[in-house]
C-alpha cells in the first residue's frame, strides 16, 4: 500500500489524488449509488437480523468487513490470474516465464498456488456472507478494462491494470527499518518503478520466443526482463498490503467466528508477502541486477552495493526486522506493520491501489462502490460481548 507515501503526503494530496481519478462531481455523488456490489453497512441489517434468526449472529460491522474483504480478495484474484495466464506454471507466454525464472526457477508454479489462494478466498468470503443471509459481492460490471495483446492472455474485460504501473516499494525498505510507520515513520523507494508493464504488453514488444539469458541481451531481452522484475515488486506489494489490512480489519471483528477467518487469511497473505520478499531481491542482486528497460529507462540497481547495501538495502534481510511497536518506549518487536487503519485499512488499501495505477481506466461508478465498501469496513467497530 502507499502506506509510506501517504505519511509524506498530507491527506489533502490524497483527497486530491482520489478527486483527479473519480472527478469532484461524481466524488460528491457516491452516495446515491445503488447495486448489490455497494450496500451500505447500514442496509444490511436486515441480513444481520437473518443471521440472528438461523442462530449465527454476525453483526453489521463484521458483514461489512467482511464484503470489503471479498471486494479486496475478487480484485486480487483478477490481477493474480493475469499474472497466472503468461507466467504461471501453465501460463503461455514462455519468454515471460524465463524472466521470471531469472528470478527463482520455482516463480511460476508460485504464481499458480498464489492465484489458487485468492480464487480461494474470494469464493469462501462470499459463500461464508451468503450463509449468513447477507449480500455477497460482485464486481463484474466492472471488467472492462484490456487484456494483454501477448501470446497467453485470454481476451476478456479485466478489473485491474497491469499494463503500466507505478509499484510502490517503499515495503522494502519499511520492513529492514527499526521504525514504524504507525509511529510516524516514512520510508524511501527501493527502486522507483513509473509507468512500467508488469505482464508482457505485445509480441512486438517482446516476442515471446526469445531467450531470456542472464544477464540479458538486446532491447527486446532487456524489456521483457524489466517487466518481468517488476511483476516481482508487485507481487510483494501487493502482499504485504493484504497482511497490513487483514491484521486492521482483525482489529475491528465482533465475532469469533469473523475474527479467525480474517487471522487465518491474513496469515496467507503475510506467508505469501514472505515468499515474494525473497524473489523481488533477485532482481536486484547479482547476476541480475542492472537491467533498465529500454523503453521507460526504469532501473534496477544492485541494491547489496554503494550507494546501497546496508541493513536498509541488503537482498538476502527477507524476513521483518524488529521495529518500535505500541509505544517507543516499549522493545522493539519483529511484526506486521502498519496495523493501524489509517496507514492500512481499508480506504487506505484502495488508495494505495489507486496510486499504483491498479484501477487506471475503470469508471467513476467503480470508485465509488469500492470505496463504499471500504469505507463501511473502515467504520466497523469490535463488539464483543
Ligand atoms: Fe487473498
Ligand atoms: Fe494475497
Known amino acids: ?99 521470471l525464472q531469472n528470478l527463482d526457477g520455482d516463480m511460476p508454479q508460485y504464481i499458480a498456488d498464489n492465484t489458487d489462494d485468492e480464487v480461494s478466498h474470494a469464493a469462501f468470503l462470499n459463500a461464508y456472507l451468503k450463509s449468513k443471509g447477507a449480500e455477497p459481492v460482485n464486481l463484474d460490471e466492472f471488467r472492462t478494462l484490456p487484456s494483454s495483446e501477448a501470446t497467453g492472455a485470454r481476451q476478456v474485460g479485466r478489473l485491474t491494470n497491469l499494463l503500466q504501473l507505478d509499484v510502490d516499494t517503499s515495503w522494502y525498505t519499511r520492513y529492514r527499518s527499526r521504525l514504524n510507520p504507525d509511529l510516524g515513520a516514512a520510508f524511501e523507494q527501493a527502486v522507483t518503478i513509473k509507468k512500467e508493464p508488469a505482464i508482457p504488453v505485445s509480441d512486438s514488444d517482446t516476442p515471446p520466443t526469445q531467450q531470456q539469458p542472464v544477464p540479458p541481451v538486446g532491447d527486446q531481452e532487456t524489456r521483457m526482463q524489466a517487466i518481468a522484475n517488476t511483476a516481482g515488486f508487485h507481487f510483494a506489494y501487493i502482499e504485504q498490503g493484504g497482511s497490513s489490512l487483514y491484521t486492521v480489519l482483525s482489529l475491528k471483528a465482533s465475532s469469533l467466528e469473523v475474527l479467525r477467518i480474517l487471522v487465518s487469511i491474513g496469515g496467507v497473505e503475510t506467508n505469501h508477502f514472505s515468499l515474494w520478499h525473497d524473489k523481488a531481491g533477485n532482481a536486484v542482486a547479482q547476476p541480475l541486477a542492472g537491467v533498465v528497460d529500454p523503453e521507460t529507462g526504469v532501473k534496477f540497481p544492485d541494491l547489496n552495493s554503494p550507494p546501497f547495501g546496508g541493513e536498509e538495502f541488503q537482498t538476502n534481510l527477507i524476513l521483518p526486522e524488529p521495529t518500535q511497536f505500541i509505544s517507543k518506549d516499549l522493545p522493539v518487536c519483529s511484526v506486521v506493520r502498519p496495523s493501524q487503519a489509517e496507514f492500512g485499512g481499508a480506504v487506505a488499501t484502495i488508495e494505495s491501489f489507486t496510486a499504483d495505477r491498479l484501477f487506471q481506466g475503470q469508471s467513476a461508478k467503480f470508485f465509488r462502490e469500492v470505496m463504499k465498501l471500504a469505507k463501511a469496513a473502515d467504520a466497523a467497530r469490535r463488539d464483543a460481548d
Open 1 to 99: 500500500m502507499k502506506i509510506d507515501g501517504n505519511l509524506k503526503a498530507p491527506e489533502e494530496e490524497l483527497h486530491a489524488l482520489w478527486q483527479r481519478v473519480v472527478g469532484r462531481r461524481s466524488f460528491l455523488k457516491g452516495v446515491g449509488v445503488a447495486g448489490a456490489a455497494a450496500l451500505p453497512a447500514s442496509a444490511l441489517g436486515t441480513a444481520a437480523a437473518l443471521g440472528k434468526a438461523k442462530g449465527a449472529r454476525i453483526t453489521d460491522g463484521d458483514v461489512a468487513i467482511l464484503r470489503f474483504a471479498a471486494a479486496a480478495e475478487i480484485i486480487e484474484t483478477d490481477l493474480w490470474q493475469q499474472y497466472n495466464e503468461l507466467g504461471g506454471v501453465e501460463g503461455g507466454n514462455a519468454a515471460y516465464q524465463l524472466a
